[in-house]
T-cell receptor
Framework: SQQGEEDPQALSIQEGENATMNCSYK?????LQWYRQNSGRGLVHLIL?????REKHSGRLRVTLDTSKKSSSLLITASRAADTASYFC???????????FGKGTKLSVKP | EAQVTQNPRYLITVTGKKLTVTCSQN?????MSWYRQDPGLGLRQIYY???????DKGDVPEGYKVSRKEKRNFPLILESPSPNQTSLYFC?????????????FGAGSRLTVL
């Protein structure tokens, strides 16, 4: 059962530009998380935003959540080549609070 | 170092030859889970465990078994692997699902079934 859907599927930008990725989901949630995956490696947790929060920051990351539209966005400011990775949103909409992951956005940052 | 360790990292096997992928965590986490990742399909949950001796099916459990005899270990068993189980597998763990289920992932196990 697919809950989160990221958009776009792929994104290519130049170093220094901002990258924005979006996530839409279908059912009510308690929290939404963003994870990062370097090619073929394990996912790493980036940030969690609760349903009663609208915006959250962590370093160069900014996450927003709009529960009325059932959507979230991840903004990476002043991107670097090292930000090249796939980014996944995950919601706790699974049975017993299990996380359901989207298919991810593949970000490429060119030096 | 807090981590989730999977073994083997890479494996090529043949149809029908039973195999086990081990997963161990050193964080005293209650919750553990297995995912498979396939191109275009994202991460799909295979099985999960809320605690010792408690396991449940995820979205794609067919062809897999798990056990949770100890808190730290959660092996994934393929009794009779088939080519459609060729995939990248991830084990993950967290303190629990109550509140916020923030997962720590292993490095992945790439399995090829010929």
């Amino acid at each position: 059962s697919q809950q989160g859907e990221e958009d776009p599927q792929a994104l290519s930008i130049q170093e220094g530009e901002n990258a924005t990725m979006n996530c839409s989901y279908k059912t009510s949630i308690n929290n939404l998380q963003w994870y990062r995956q370097n090619s073929g490696r394990g996912l790493v947790h980036l940030i969690l935003i609760r349903s009663n929060e609208r915006e959250k920051h962590s370093g160069r990351l900014r996450v927003t959540l709009d529960t009325s539209k059932k959507s979230s966005s991840l903004l990476i400011t002043a991107s670097r080549a090292a930000d090249t990775a796939s980014y996944f949103c995950a919601t706790d909409a699974g049975s017993q609070g299990n996380l359901i992951f989207g298919k991810g956005t593949k970000l490429s940052v060119k030096p | 170092e807090a981590q989730v360790t999977q073994n083997p990292r890479y494996l090529i096997t043949v149809t029908g030859k039973k195999l086990t992928v081990t997963c161990s965590q050193n964080m005293n986490h209650e919750y553990m889970s297995w995912y498979r990742q396939d191109p275009g399909l994202g991460l799909r949950q295979i099985y999960y465990s809320m605690n010792v001796e408690v396991t449940d099916k995820g979205d794609v459990p067919e062809g897999y078994k798990v056990s949770r005899k100890e808190k730290r270990n959660f092996p994934l068993i393929l009794e009779s692997p088939s080519p459609n189980q060729t995939s990248l597998y991830f084990c993950a763990s967290s303190l629990g699902v109550l509140g916020a289920n923030v997962l720590t992932f292993g490095a992945g196990s790439r399995l090829t079934v010929l």
